[in-house]
């Protein structure tokens, strides 16, 4: 009895190993770029915004919205840069002021992961997608950034998924925060007959689909402690996924402009 008692006692080593070192953080360079574009796209933004107010005070009417706002009727007549220009133009301060910060906000950090180049190519195919959709589901004109703003909303959702092994101690929090405000703006705009919405879910789709496609994927090398992202993401990819975008939504303009 008692010896099998003290055999059991010299057993546990073998019984219970011993306990797995804890994982420790590793720091990991991410991209440093000043985001150029960003600030590029604001500056540019708030310059026709400028001239919107001056052509206002001068000629009592607002010439760079009347060559530039979404119209269906003019897109039917085949003034197709509609299908982009609005993202320049805004109906208040408050509007562009709103817009603006949105971009700021999610357009700095994006612009890091995406680079110069490839930010510029998802803010634009945002605001074609969402006035492509606003072309089809909405007859009355319409102007402002959110169409591409909402693209950049669905850009961070699709990359914060791709890249979430990277980024699981945020993931949940910036995706839950991503819902949220899109989710918010959406709610509102359906509450009001001034905010077109089919725009918005637009510019969000085209986002999606461009960064799904083409948005970064990182993988983690080098030498620890000297870790940094390396995008596997190659230039092909990224044309596939603006082609994507560009002829779905653009086959979807087409069949607008002749049903």
Same mark, same amino acid.
């Given at each position: 009895?008692?010896?099998?008692?003290?055999?059991?006692?010299?057993?546990?080593?073998?019984?219970?190993?011993?306990?797995?070192?804890?994982?420790?953080?590793?720091?990991?360079?991410?991209?440093?770029?000043?985001?150029?574009? &960003?600030?590029?796209? &604001?500056?540019?933004?708030?310059?026709?915004?400028?001239?919107?107010?001056?052509?206002?005070?001068?000629?009592?009417?607002?010439?760079?919205?009347?060559?530039?706002?979404?119209?269906?009727?003019? @897109?039917?007549?085949?003034?197709?840069?509609?299908?982009?220009?609005?993202?320049?133009?805004?109906?208040?301060?408050?509007?562009?002021?709103? #817009?603006?910060?949105?971009?700021?906000?999610?357009?700095?950090?994006?612009?890091?992961?995406?680079?110069?180049?490839?930010?510029?190519?998802?803010?634009?195919?945002?605001?074609?997608?969402?006035?492509?959709?606003?072309?089809?589901?909405?007859?009355?004109?319409?102007?402002?950034?959110? &169409?591409? @703003?909402?693209?950049?909303?669905?850009?961070?959702? @699709?990359?914060?998924?791709? #890249?979430?092994?990277?980024?699981?101690?945020?993931?949940?929090?910036? @995706?839950?925060?991503?819902?949220?405000?899109?989710?918010?703006?959406?709610?509102?705009?359906?509450?009001?007959?001034?905010?077109?919405?089919?725009?918005?879910?637009?510019?969000?789709?085209?986002?999606?689909?461009?960064?799904?496609?083409?948005?970064?994927?990182?993988?983690?090398?080098?030498?620890?402690?000297?870790?940094?992202?390396?995008?596997?993401?190659? &230039?092909?990819?990224?044309?596939?996924?603006?082609?994507?975008?560009?002829?779905?939504?653009?086959?979807?303009?087409?069949?607008?402009?002749?049903?």
């Amino acid at each position: 009895m008692n010896q099998s008692f003290d055999n059991n006692r010299r057993q546990p080593d073998s019984i219970y190993p011993e306990p797995a070192p804890a994982p420790q953080r590793i720091r990991v360079a991410v991209p440093e770029i000043a985001p150029y574009m &960003t600030y590029g796209i &604001t500056a540019v933004t708030v310059f026709v915004y400028i001239l919107q107010m001056a052509s206002q005070y001068l000629y009592q009417v607002d010439i760079p919205a009347a060559l530039f706002v979404k119209s269906n009727a003019l @897109i039917q007549a085949g003034q197709l840069w509609r299908l982009i220009t609005p993202v320049l133009l805004h109906g208040s301060i408050m509007h562009i002021g709103f #817009n603006m910060y949105a971009l700021l906000s999610f357009g700095t950090g994006l612009e890091r992961y995406f680079g110069h180049g490839r930010f510029l190519l998802l803010y634009l195919l945002g605001a074609f997608a969402g006035n492509v959709a606003s072309f089809l589901l909405t007859p009355a004109n319409s102007l402002g950034a959110s &169409t591409a @703003i909402f693209g950049l909303l669905g850009a961070e959702g @699709i990359f914060l998924y791709q #890249n979430r092994k990277l980024f699981a101690g945020r993931f949940q929090n910036a @995706i839950g925060n991503i819902i949220f405000i899109a989710a918010i703006n959406l709610f509102f705009g359906f509450s009001s007959s001034n905010i077109d919405n089919a725009g918005h879910i637009g510019g969000l789709i085209g986002g999606l689909m461009f960064t799904w496609f083409a948005g970064p994927i990182f993988t983690v090398e080098g030498i620890p402690p000297v870790l940094h992202f390396v995008d596997q993401r190659t &230039t092909r990819d990224v044309l596939v996924g603006a082609a994507t975008v560009v002829l779905v939504f653009g086959a979807l303009a087409m069949w607008g402009m002749i049903r």
